[in-house]
């Protein structure tokens, strides 16, 4: 048990795994399993095909993560000896020099395995003057953000991409209807998905928030005139409206759908779009750091748990999540959508990554900045990082829970 937890320790801090250089895999199980890994993604884009152009998506962008630190590491004079896709146990991996490079089989991550992180990872006298923590504060810190500054640089490419290709998504100010509840108001008055609201009550919204308090000021057992656009034609229903159940609308007058706004791509010349790439991405990156400091709020975590707050813009979502709703993306928006949604999510990855807490690089980061302020000429201090593991190890406790937490909110109440 001793063991294992100094197995955990060492490589939680030092960001990769320990004490496995000279062991590389191949032979059969390696066969087996890169089998296994195409045939779960073959499966997937027979299954669905923008779920499977956003997975892969997603494992480029991690993979360029790692680049990043690999490529800024071995620049600035470091030494690393591992670049692994996925954790856990090896799959496959062979060796070029002194680095090891392979695939892991939990495609949760991936990793570079940098020498000397810190003053608890052991390295050869040889290897000392290559190690990360006796290079200088600006190569230190370059190369520790270098990962997150890659997915900065992933999301002005595809924000750019859109919008030189495509162009700028923008509201049209028509909600459409994406779902209609089996059973319930809106689904017995003849309601189908893909109908854009014309008007109800003779009113015209255009946010689905609109929508939901007009509906929400009629008593249930009311009837509402609503007229919705299908197929270009235009056609009037009269539903009789029922009562919601969900914790946050408990008792109000329910319809039964689920809604959006409709948005369409409006073409920019190729200097706009390059521009807006820019400008947008700081508003996205303004959005996410709301959005890391939301969704890691344990007390909304909470209240996400036991029904009292059904906001899906601040419930936790894993991959598996996201992964689910780039289906709908996709069938609504197409490539430009999935690109979109991959733009956001690497934003959001970037940021959270920053966070000045151990195993974060921004923990990494954070204790770079704090020995090069207690440093004085001729002196070089160094952290005691032993003293951070109790905290490092409720970091990853915490984001353990937020995964649980987010598969099981992923499976019982999927956001879109």
């Known amino acids: 048990m001793s063991n294992t937890y100094e197995r955990i320790r060492g490589e939680v801090l030092a960001g990769g795994a320990l ?27 027979i299954a669905n095909i923008w779920t499977f152009v956003f997975v892969v998506g997603l494992l480029i962008s991690i993979f360029l993560h790692e680049c990043g630190h690999y490529v800024t590491a071995r620049r600035s004079g470091m030494k690393v000896t591992q670049f692994f896709m996925g954790m856990g146990p090896k799959v496959w991996s062979f060796r070029r020099g002194e680095i090891e490079y392979g695939v892991r089989a939990l495609p949760i ?28 504060y ?43 509840v089996k059973g319930q108001a809106a689904d017995v008055a003849g309601l189908q998905p893909g ?39 235009d056609i009037q229903l009269d ?47 303004w ?15 909470y209240q996400h748990l036991v029904g009292q707050n059904n906001d899906q813009a601040t419930q936790p979502v894993t991959v598996y999540g996201i992964s689910r709703l780039s289906s709908d993306i996709g069938n609504e928006t197409g490539l430009a ?26 923990g990494h980061a954070a204790v770079a900045t704090y020995e090069r302020i207690r440093s004085r000429k001729g002196k070089v201090y160094r952290a005691d990082v032993g003293k951070m593991v109790p905290v490092a190890m409720a970091v990853m406790t915490f984001l353990v829970f937020v995964l649980f937490t987010g598969l099981y909110l992923d499976i019982t109440k999927p956001i879109g």
Do not use: C
């Open 109 to 136: 991550g991936a990793f570079v395995r940098i020498i000397g992180m810190n003053n608890l990872d052991e390295t050869p006298p040889e290897d000392e003057d290559r190690a990360y923590r006796n290079k200088s």
């Open 287 to 301: 959005q996410s750091v709301g959005g890391v400091v939301k969704v890691m709020n344990p007390v909304n975590i």
């Open 19 to 45: 004490g496995e250089e000279d062991q590389t895999a191949g032979g059969p199980r390696a066969i087996l399993g890169l089998g296994a890994i195409a045939l779960l993604l073959v499966a997937l884009a």
């Open 239 to 285: 539903p009789v409206l029922g009562t919601s159940t969900e914790p946050t609308t408990k008792g109000a007058a329910y319809l039964g759908v689920r809604s959006g706004e409709e948005n369409h791509f409006v073409g920019q010349s190729l200097g706009t779009a390059f521009v807006d790439s820019f400008t947008d991405l700081g508003s996205a990156a």
């Open 337 to 362: 959508g999935i690109l979109l949604t991959l733009a956001g999510v690497n934003v959001f990855v970037g940021l959270l990554n920053m966070v000045p807490l151990l195993p974060f690089d921004g």
């Open 138 to 180: 600006p190569r230190r810190m370059l190369t520790i953000t270098a990962g997150s500054i890659m997915h900065m640089i992933i999301a002005i490419v595809l924000l750019f991409t859109v919008y030189a290709t495509w162009g700028k998504n923008q509201p049209s100010g028509r909600i459409g209807f994406v779902e209609v």
């Open 195 to 233: 109908d854009f609201l014309v008007s109800i009550d003779g009113k015209v919204p255009t946010t689905s928030d609109d929508l939901g308090v007009i509906v929400r000021g009629h008593a249930p057992g009311e009837s509402i005139s609503l007229v919705v656009s299908r197929h270009g034609k």
